[in-house]
Structures are given as structure tokens and as C-alpha cells.
């Protein structure tokens, strides 16, 4: 149903669509440097789209990402904030302080700053769930939140509906990632000038302009409402991309191209992203199989090792190496240290152990009797204690000096099927194709096996 509207009538000489879309896109550029132009028309629409949000049954949420501080996240909410309709600007919310501003009609824009204080953590994310769910739900048209309201404790809805942007440093939750429109923002090179915003000098320009969408709207809400959108994506993507696609198309040939190569290029970034991320927690898992009961510390180059000889890995094709190990545990907030009883410097298995259980899946063998150690560190300053590993007799081996070693190690809780490529040994709890002799033997001859 189309709501009644009191508010401005239009003018004749009002701008179109077009020019309306031109005006917000120069005054954005004027003050943030955003990513790309994709990613700047995708804001323009963004803003576009509060106005109209009667029309639609869904509610991109604009997820604003950046590495480090400085990169321009709150400039760029300061003037959405501007520019929506009736936003509102928050960097601490309570979930019924947020049902109660959502209300049934004409839903606020909700505009979030510092979103990492929220989720950051794993006891604030646990601490925000019902914010999370909160802004999940409100993606979509008819998905109210039910609370027990008044002393009779009445089962209550209330509307969840509402548009939202949110800035924060790091990642957000995937689940909100997933029903956004995903930027991240850089910090500006020396080259790249923006006038610098001031509220009180600036605010009168934005607030006509916001007026002036605030005209436009209503005369766009029922062509908008009918409008299916030709999408160069699908599922959950079209449903976050389509208001501002369709509000393209009513601009024109021109801005109907630039919505659509902006959904292709954000999507395709945010696509990556996920797989980037996917990547890197299956490296942390591997890393977790490096380390073991008892061992402590490993070396950067030991960890690389083990890594590369993990089988169905994509490790040992890499030019892996201790930079680029490193710069990937840096997503996980891990960072190499000094071995204090060597000079090597490697990674503790304290310094993992949060970063292990806020991504990975626990191990099924941690609800049992722990298994002995796995890893095998070639710097001896730092080498955990092999004494409590059982030792079975097993072929003769050769050892890294050539000499004939009658017992290999196989490990006691290592299943059937996974042997040490050079002996019948097992050693499966390191995620080898060696077992532990076998392995520095490996390493020390340049992957070959001195028989």
C-alpha cells in the first residue's frame, strides 16, 4: 500500500532523477575519496534509496570496512548522515532503544560508527547478538522481532525494517556482510584532495539537498514499487541490489549502466573477500595441526615446512615464506615473536590459541585424552620435548647423518592408511606425508631422501 504524502510538492523546474543523482555524487566526492567510482555511485544510490525505502521489500545494509583508523569511515557516515532520510547517527545503541526509534512508519536511516566495539571481540559479539540479529532481520520487509512487553509481559512485535549503514575497522559479521553493500575504504594518498567538512559551515548545503530527495521521492514510489530490475546477479545480491538498481533506472541509460557495473565490481570484491578469508582460515587450521600438546613455540621456518608438506594444501605450491606467513596470521591479530630460548622467531601457540578458537571449528580429538606432540622444530633452542612420544619399532630408516636408525616414531593415536612417504611409519597427527625423522631428513637434503 502507498502511504499519503503531506510533505513538499514537487516544483516544474525541479531536477530529474538524473540531475538529482549528479548533485548527491558531487557532493559526496567533494569531501570523501571513495574506493573506486563503482564504489561512489553505490553510495549515491544508496542514499537515494532511503528516501524510497516504501517502495521496497528489502534494505541494503552499507557495510563500511577499513584496514586501520584515518581512512575516511566516519566522514563518509558524517555525510550520509547529511544527505538520508531522518538519519540516525549512533556509536552505542541498546537493541529497544533501536525497536523504538525502527517504529512502524516512515523507519529512520540508522547509521552505526565504530561497529568493530560491537562484534570486535568474541565476548562483545556475544554481548551484541541481538543487535546482530537485530540488523539481519531488518533486511527484509515482515521480519519483526517478538518481546514480552508491560507487566502482563504481552508478546509484542516490533518492526526491524529499516535501512542501515555501518563503519567499523576490521571485518563485521559475515551474516550482515552478506545483506550489504560491502566498501573498503583506504586512506588518501597525497594526490587525492578532499575540501575538508565542517558541520556548521557545510550542513546547510546537504540539508537542501536532502530536501530536495526528500521532493523527488514520493513521485518515484510507485514506479519504483512495480519495478523488476534486469540484475546481473542473483539470490540474496539481487535482493540487496535491486532498489538502487531500479532507482537507476529510472535516471537514464547512463546511470543504469553505472548501477549495474557497480553491483558486478562490489559483489565480485566482496566474493573474493569471502574466498580470501575462507583461505586464510584454512591456513590457521593447518597451523593449529602443526602445533600439539607440549609444543609451545615453532619456528617460522619449521611452521612453513610443515605447512608445505600438508597434503590437498595449496601450501606447498606457494612461495610461502616467513613475510607473507606473517602478513596472513596479521588478519587473526597474530604477530611472530622471539623464541626467548633462541634466536629464532616463530609464532606460540599462546598467541594462536584465541584466534584457534574464535575461527576454527574445535578438533573432535579435544573432547577426548589429548594426543602427544606433533611438530618437530629443527631449531633445537626451542624444539619441544620428544621424550613422551611413544616409539615403535619399525623398518630400518636412515637418519639425517646416514646412519641407520633401527626405530622410527609412530604416533599412538594415528589412524590406518596416512604412512610416511619414505617408510611404513605413521605419523599422521603432524599433517605429514613424512614422518618426524623423515621430515628433517627432507628438509636438510633439499627434498631429497638419502637411502
Known amino acids: 500500500m502507498i502511504e499519503a504524502y503531506d510533505g513538499p510538492v514537487p516544483a516544474p523546474d525541479d531536477p530529474t532523477t538524473s540531475e538529482l543523482l549528479d548533485q548527491v555524487h558531487a557532493v559526496l566526492t567533494r569531501y570523501v575519496v571513495l574506493p573506486s567510482p563503482q564504489a561512489t555511485d553505490a553510495v549515491v544510490l544508496w542514499i537515494a534509496a532511503t528516501h524510497a525505502l516504501a517502495a521496497f521489500q528489502h534494505a541494503p545494509r552499507l557495510a563500511i570496512k577499513s584496514p586501520e583508523k584515518r581512512c575516511g569511515k566516519s566522514r563518509l557516515l558524517d555525510v550520509i548522515a547529511g544527505l538520508s532520510h531522518r538519519p540516525l547517527l549512533s556509536v552505542n545503541a541498546t537493541v529497544p532503544a533501536i525497536f523504538r526509534a525502527i517504529g512502524q512508519d516512515a523507519p529512520p536511516t540508522l547509521l552505526i560508527d565504530e561497529a568493530d566495539t560491537l562484534w570486535g571481540t568474541k565476548r562483545a559479539a556475544e554481548q551484541n547478538e541481538d543487535l546482530r540479529a537485530l540488523v539481519n532481520a531488518g533486511h527484509q520487509r515482515g521480519r519483526p522481532a517478538l518481546r514480552c512487553v508491560g507487566p502482563q509481559q504481552t508478546p509484542t512485535e516490533f ?226 620435548d620428544t621424550s613422551n612420544r611413544q616409539a615403535t619399532p619399525n623398518r630400518q630408516a636412515d637418519s639425517p647423518t646416514g646412519t641407520r636408525d633401527l626405530t622410527v616414531l609412530t604416533h599412538p593415536d594415528a589412524p590406518p592408511g596416512r604412512k610416511c612417504a619414505d617408510c611404513d611409519s605413521t605419523d599422521v597427527a603432524a599433517g605429514r606425508v613424512r614422518c618426524a625423522q623423515h621430515l628433517a631428513t627432507f628438509r636438510a637434503t633439499g627434498g631429497k631422501v638419502a637411502r
Not at 583506504?186 to 556548521?200: G, H, K, L, N
Not at 523488476?228 to 538498481?245: H, I, Q, S
Not at 549502466?257 to 569471502?274: G, M
Not at 573432547?367 to 633452542?381: G, H, N
Open 159 to 384: 518492526a526491524t525494517f529499516a535501512m542501515c549503514a555501518l563503519a567499523g575497522i576490521g571485518d563485521l559479521p559475515d551474516t550482515i556482510t552478506d545483506r550489504a553493500i560491502n566498501l573498503t575504504m583506504r586512506r588518501r594518498r597525497a594526490d587525492e584532495s578532499v575540501s575538508t567538512f565542517r558541520t556548521r559551515r557545510d550542513g546547510p548545503v546537504l540539508d537542501d539537498l536532502r530536501r530536495q530527495l526528500q521532493v523527488w521521492a514520493p513521485g518515484m514510489i510507485e514506479a519504483l514499487t512495480v519495478a523488476e530490475p534486469v540484475m546481473p546477479v542473483e539470490d540474496r545480491a539481487a535482493d540487496t541490489w535491486e532498489p538502487l538498481v531500479a532507482i537507476a533506472d529510472l535516471a537514464g541509460d547512463q546511470w543504469a549502466a553505472r548501477a549495474r557495473a557497480a553491483c558486478v565490481k562490489l559483489t565480485s570484491e566482496a566474493d573474493a573477500d569471502d574466498e580470501e578469508a575462507s583461505l586464510n582460515t584454512r591456513l590457521l587450521s593447518d597451523v593449529r595441526a602443526a602445533f600439539g600438546p607440549g609444543v609451545t613455540f615453532l619456528s617460522a621456518a619449521d611452521l612453513i615446512a610443515n605447512l608445505q608438506l600438508v597434503e590437498d594444501a595449496p601450501w606447498g605450491e606457494w612461495d610461502l615464506n616467513a613475510h607473507r606467513l606473517a602478513r596472513r596470521l596479521k588478519h587473526f591479530n597474530v604477530k611472530p615473536v622471539r623464541n626467548p630460548a633462541g634466536n629464532a622467531r616463530g609464532y606460540r601457540i599462546d598467541d594462536l590459541t584465541d584466534a584457534f578458537i574464535r575461527y576454527l571449528r574445535p578438533k573432535p580429538s579435544e573432547a577426548s585424552e589429548p594426543a602427544e606432540s606433533r611438530a618437530i622444530p629443527s631449531d633445537t633452542s626451542g624444539a619441544s
